[in-house]
């Protein structure tokens, strides 16, 4: 089972999906140097989803998900050194740390994003998965010093039924420096 699919079961079994919010808010994370906006076509999971569904070594802070549970975006905020003026030297060097990891990659496409003022790496690609292509974006920025990194997980098909829903999310992160 991969990660997406077996957070969605996790969290629907356990019942420790946050509800999705009325309408449009911005809300400052209080563990992250960041605010997102949020709308009625999200939920989060709550900070025991959290621990139960990902192991300790790669847990996010935040996690956010689609309404039909297909799309999940976490937010991690690693110790490794990051500072704003090398985010765009990643577009070019991640590549081969992501082919080195992948197994089974079958595109990738690297490209330089400004978000809400702040540069941000975007690395998208796809694998081959058990019921169809895998899509993952990893986007990465500079945050106090340190990499901020958010994560988008879903099939291929369920990505295209919600890119609004992720573009409209992703275009809203504002990162506090």
Excluded: C, H
């Excluded at 937010?75 to 500072?83: D, G, N, T, Y």
């Excluded at 690395?123 to 899509?135: E, H, Q, S, V």
């Amino acid at each position: 089972m991969n990660r997406l699919s077996q957070g969605a079961a996790v969290a629907l079994f356990f019942g420790l999906v946050g509800s999705g919010l009325a309408q449009a808010a911005t809300v400052q994370l209080s563990n992250l140097p960041l605010s997102v906006e949020t709308s009625d076509t999200l939920l989060t999971l709550t900070p025991v989803a959290i621990q139960k569904i990902y192991p300790a070594q790669s847990r996010p802070e935040a996690v956010f998900l689609t309404n039909d549970k297909k799309v999940t975006m976490g937010f991690e905020w690693r110790q490794a050194a990051l500072k704003p003026g090398e985010v765009s030297g990643l577009v070019s060097q991640f590549p081969a740390v992501i082919k080195a990891q992948v197994a089974g990659l079958k595109t990738l496409t690297p490209k330089l994003l400004t978000i809400q003022g702040t540069p941000w790496a975007q690395f998208i690609y796809t694998l081959a998965g058990k019921n169809g292509d895998l899509r993952r974006e990893m986007l990465v920025t500079s945050a106090q010093g340190r990499m901020l990194i958010l994560n988008v997980d879903s099939s291929v098909k369920d990505y295209s039924t919600n890119d609004i829903a992720v573009r409209t999310f992703v275009n809203g992160i504002k990162v506090s420096q």
